[in-house]
């Protein structure tokens, strides 16, 4: 199994950016999918997440109303849209896979990670 995170990068106070999620290894349409963010010396953050149909998402209280979650089960791709970044969304992001949409939003226990991609936004 593999998630590959990428479009990352340095971006301005304001900027927006677009982050993806390819997964392949699984039945994609049976795994929620979420992101996650990391800052060193810090707990990992619960960011967004989307289910297995796309039908519910979820968003981290940090983000909520600049973010948005999709997904393309053609391309096996969740799509994270960040909108009006700023400093202190700065951090690595993760992408993640689980079976238990809630156990992801709630405790951040998913069955896959992949690697992260960093998103740096200055002032």
């Known amino acids: 199994v593999q998630l590959q995170a990428s479009g990352g990068g340095l971006v301005k106070r304001g900027d927006s950016l677009s982050l993806s999620c390819v997964v392949s290894?699984?039945?994609?349409?049976?795994?929620?999918v979420g992101w996650f963010r990391q800052v060193p010396g810090k707990e990992r953050e619960f960011v967004s997440a989307?289910?297995?149909?796309?039908?519910?998402?979820y968003f981290g209280d940090s983000v909520k109303g600049r973010f948005r979650i999709s997904r393309d089960d053609a391309k096996n791709t969740v799509f994270l849209r960040m909108n009006d970044l700023q400093p202190e969304d700065t951090a690595v992001y993760f992408c993640?896979?689980?079976?238990?949409?809630?156990?992801?939003?709630?405790?951040?226990?998913?069955?896959?990670w992949g690697q992260g991609t960093q998103v740096t936004v200055s002032s």
């Open positions: 993640a896979a689980a079976r238990a949409l809630m156990r992801m939003v709630r405790v951040g226990e998913c069955d896959y």
């Open positions: 290894g699984l039945t994609f349409r049976s795994y929620a």
């Open positions: 989307i289910s297995w149909n796309g039908g519910s998402t």
